[in-house]
């Protein structure tokens, strides 16, 4: 193209104003429109053509209907144009029915759950949006454990039964978290995805799918958080084995490793309800063999900047191997849980979802990791019987409650009867049920608690007591047994309570001991007016 051609620009200008202003008449617009489309043409066809003002001719009438349709009557525009005011003025109803009736009939709009229709369930009861939007705005369950990719809907989204069996988990976790009755609608997708399941079963390369299995896992998971029977609970767990193990094992589901987690995650909640061992293990997920060497972990909060000092920490040195350990991962574990509320790293969040599990598998199978049932008898610091379960049973609850985030009151209920059970053995425990007036030296007690000892003990107590929130008579032996220990080792602040639980866990989250001190201090109070004069050995003293 020439420099002249190159440096032509070609200007579309369009005037709008009041119709009071002066406007061109027809025979101007259609000059001025022939002018610059012919203009156009010859610039697009004529690289060597150079601009100069062109002449219009007689024959423009020719060029007319190209641009323009035929031209309306003044007189008929403006009536309808009058028309068209008197209609914005006198009928407003119209123009909001005319508003709705357009929202109302866009059948793709992207404001919907499933624009495009692309889910396989119905979408016209409003109780199963409610659970579509509940699922993408506040369902937290097992987020960072069991889906550290952050990829399980879309997994879901390929099989009508896992979707079903998640929307069923949803809606108890919905009931749980708002107190809103959506029972029934559990119970609904749990049969849809039950009768999909049904169905495959008798179809042989459906029966092992890992849709199939991702299906059957949801359903063993949902059941656990239900009031099912131990009966109807097992009866998935088994057929969530049976159909692994006809498959291959776990390592045939190793090509997805979002089934793969889901049945591991399902399998270790099972297990921990009912107090059996795991049947499943992730394949890359070693079990914990290894003594660690150091005394304690170093942990820091990288968004609060908050220091963990070995010297405030209780030390596990003189601690049997599995409680050891215990304290040790669960350290390290709420630490990243922190880190990964600020910043959802998928990395960090996939090795916290593999330690997590490994903890709660080595809790659930010390034998199969190697780690055996070791008595506090061995330990100097740890007289009395062995803690090492009650530690086992209390991490549990502070996985489930904070780093799992689930909220479903029959897992809590179920293990803190458990904690209850494994506490009531504890010979330093029984210990303070003895009377009061029984003569004890004032230098040394039998079963003495030392320091270390005496903040884990609170710690597991103080779990026990927090998982039995709806459990009234739970409720009221863990705090009974917690006043006791603060009034015999002179923990009688509330300040100084929350220090002793700190040293053992010291970013565990959401420590509101308000409650608790409340009804200890009713304790405190119970136990001087029942006996304001102890006497020990020669030493008589007025509380």
């Not at 003189?318 to 630490?335: D, N, S």
């Not at 029984?430 to 030296?441: C, I, L, V």
């Not at 006791?484 to 866990?505: D, G, K, P, T, Y």
């Not at 304790?523 to 020669?538: L, Q």
Request: charged fraction near 20%.
């Amino acid at each position: 193209m020439s420099q002249s051609a190159s440096q032509s620009h070609l200007h579309f200008v369009t005037i709008t104003g009041p119709g009071s202003m002066p406007r061109a008449d027809s025979d101007g617009h259609q000059s001025l429109r022939s002018l610059v489309m012919q203009s156009y043409a010859r610039h697009k066809n004529d690289p060597n053509w150079k601009f100069s003002p062109a002449s219009i001719s007689t024959d423009i009438k020719t060029h007319v209907t190209r641009f323009k349709t035929a031209k309306r009557s003044k007189p008929l525009k403006r009536s309808k144009r009058r028309k068209k005011a008197d209609s914005t003025r006198n009928n407003p109803v119209r123009l909001r029915h005319i508003a709705s009736a357009t929202s109302a009939l866009s059948a793709h709009d992207l404001d919907t759950v499933d624009p495009f229709q692309t889910l396989s369930i119905d979408l016209s009861e409003s109780e199963t949006l409610s659970l579509l939007q509940y699922y993408h705005v506040s369902f937290t369950a097992n987020s960072y454990a069991c889906n550290p990719e952050g990829l399980w809907f879309s997994t879901a989204l390929m099989d009508t039964a896992i979707l079903h069996a998640t929307l069923a988990l949803v809606a108890i976790h919905w009931r749980d978290t708002a107190s809103t009755d959506t029972s029934k609608l559990y119970l609904k997708h749990r049969g849809e995805a039950m009768n999909i399941i049904v169905r495959r079963l008798s179809v042989a390369d459906q029966a092992v799918s890992e849709a199939t299995i991702g299906a059957v896992a949801l359903l063993s998971s949902s059941d656990n958080h239900f009031d099912w029977s131990p009966e109807v609970q097992l009866q998935h767990s088994l057929g969530l084995a049976r159909c692994i193990a006809l498959r291959g094992g776990m390592k045939s589901l190793s090509t997805n490793r979002q089934i793969l987690r889901v049945a591991g995650w399902a399998d270790l909640l099972h297990a921990a309800l009912h107090n059996t061992k795991p049947r499943l293990e992730l394949p890359f997920v070693s079990a914990m063999t290894e003594r660690s060497a150091e005394g304690t972990i170093k942990v820091t909060d990288q968004g609060a900047k908050i220091p963990f000092h070995p010297s405030d920490a209780v030390r596990v040195q003189h601690m049997p191997f599995a409680m050891a350990q215990t304290i040790q991962v669960l350290r390290e574990l709420t630490g990243t849980k922190l880190s990964l509320l600020k910043d959802r790293n998928r990395e960090v969040c996939q090795s916290f979802s593999n330690s997590l599990w490994r903890l709660e598998y080595s809790i659930l199978s010390p034998q199969s990791s190697g780690v055996g049932v070791d008595s506090l008898q061995d330990a100097d610091q740890f007289p009395g019987a062995s803690l090492t379960d009650c530690v086992g049973t209390a991490a549990l609850i502070l996985s489930y409650s904070s780093l799992r985030d689930l909220v479903a009151p029959v897992l809590f209920n179920k293990l803190g009867s458990r904690l209850k059970s494994q506490l009531s053995h504890i010979n330093s425990l029984e210990d303070f049920e003895t009377a009061k007036s029984e003569k004890r030296s004032k230098t040394t007690r039998p079963h003495a608690l030392g320091e270390d000892e005496l903040s884990i003990v609170l710690w597991v107590l103080y779990l026990g007591w927090k998982s039995s929130a709806q459990n009234r008579s739970n409720r009221e032996w863990f705090s009974s047994r917690v006043a006791r220990l603060c009034w015999q080792n002179e923990v009688l602040s509330e300040m100084v309570l929350l220090e002793r639980l700190r040293r053992v866990i010291p970013f565990q989250q959401y420590l509101d001991l308000k409650a608790l001190w409340n009804g200890i201090e009713q304790s405190f109070i119970s136990e001087i007016s029942a006996d304001s004069v102890y006497t020990e050995g020669e030493y008589s003293f007025e509380i």
